[in-house]
């Protein structure tokens, strides 16, 4: 999407990014090339527009995403040069629940070697990628009242975007909203998920007086795959014991 900032009107600058959207079994490669290339060239011809415009117009997009194409050979080999965990690689081949809850006993991971691992997986073992998402915001705030996008950086809001709301009331839908993001990796009836909360992620669970974390189970659980997504996506997820540290996060 692109939001040109409210609190500058007549400037040119502007925000791009990618809505993260449920996937399932999707070859985990592919689909972050195909993002990353669609967000590298739609930049490449925004920053062009900037400084000529009849120029842009003539230009196809296949000449953005050929530069897109180049640029992905670096972002992959950049994700690749990441050092997945020993124990990561070893739970793709595990066997039983308790050969998984050691695995991942006092287990980090950062965002990197995380990717790292979920390309890997693809690669070497041909593990498919879904992703699922849970959101919800106070009942008292209406949605459509937001604005596009906002961020809050200790005092300062910075929105884009019209909103009825005041600073106060949108850093407390921040503070209170729930959120819930989990991976799934599938092989045949095999399969591993990985979820997080953004509470988590703001320091407010109690794991490790706040450590950022992901938790962990797999089919071996006993509990069928497609009971931890409805659960999930309703804001809810199955107990587990296991709590993999979320790192340079």
Not at 43 to 49: C, E, K, Q, S, V
Not at 143 to 171: F, H, I, W
Request: proline share 4%; hydrophobic share 35%.
């Amino acid at each position: 999407m692109a939001v040109v900032r409210k609190d500058a009107p007549d400037s040119k600058s502007f925000i791009r990014g990618l809505v993260g959207e449920d996937v399932e079994y999707i070859n985990p490669v592919e689909h972050f090339r195909q993002g990353q290339i669609r967000l590298i060239s739609a930049a490449y011809r925004d920053l062009l527009n900037l400084h000529n415009v009849e120029m842009t117009a003539k230009l196809p997009e296949r000449f953005f995403i050929e530069k897109a194409e180049k640029d992905w050979e670096g972002i992959y080999n950049g994700v690749m040069a990441a050092k997945v965990p020993a124990n990561f690689m070893a739970l793709l081949l595990s066997e039983s629940k308790k050969e998984q809850e050691r695995l991942m006993r006092a287990q980090s991971i950062t965002p990197d070697e995380l990717g790292a691992f979920i390309f890997r997986a693809w690669n070497e073992h041909g593990y498919t990628m879904s992703t699922y998402h849970f959101k919800s915001i106070p009942s008292n705030v209406d949605e459509k009242d937001l604005p596009k996008a906002y961020m809050v950086e200790g005092d300062t809001v910075t929105k884009m975007g019209d909103t009825t709301l005041s600073d106060g009331k949108l850093r407390a839908v921040l503070r209170e909203r729930k959120v819930i993001v989990a991976r799934i990796l599938d092989k045949g009836k095999e399969w591993h998920c990985f979820f997080q909360t953004y509470r988590s992620l703001r320091g407010e669970e109690t794991w490790r007086e706040g450590q950022p974390h992901l938790h962990y189970l797999s089919d071996k659980w006993g509990v069928p795959r497609e009971q931890v997504v409805e659960r999930i996506k309703q804001g809810d997820y199955p107990a587990t014991s296991v709590h993999i540290a979320l790192t340079n996060y």
